[in-house]
Nanobody, 124 residues
């Protein structure tokens, strides 16, 4: 198993940048495909980005390409999400998630382990 703890959320103005972190503990971090999801009030949890093992292949939600960047540092057992040019529509709770199966998927049900989430609020 792996335990996940997100950090780095906060209140920012539109156009600002924010970098989220997700610290992992437990089983070897490098064994997992990692993902970021978000959930806005009254909406379903949606896929943001994912990153594979070893070669670090990435996938992004089409609407977020170019603004968000996912990365991982296996030596630090940490996942990151760099968010640029934030918009009010990006306001949500952001969750990191881990998947042991080596195939990247973009559905929340494909991930077995979740953090508690970190709130990102973008004011316009």
């Amino acid at each position: 198993q792996v335990q996940l703890v997100e950090s780095g959320g906060g209140l920012v103005q539109a156009g600002a940048s924010l970098k989220l972190s997700c610290a992992a503990s437990g089983r070897a971090f490098s064994d997992y495909i990692m993902g970021w999801f978000r959930q806005a009030p009254g909406k379903e949890r949606e896929f943001v980005a994912s990153i594979g093992r070893v070669r670090g292949i990435t996938r992004y939600a089409d609407s977020l390409k170019g603004r968000f960047t996912i990365s991982r540092d296996d030596a630090k057992n940490t996942l990151y999400l760099q968010m640029n040019s934030l918009e009010s529509e990006d306001t949500a709770v952001y969750y990191c998630a881990a998947r042991y199966n080596p195939v990247i998927v973009t559905t929340a049900r494909g991930y077995s382990y979740w953090g508690q989430g970190t709130q990102v609020t973008v004011s316009s």
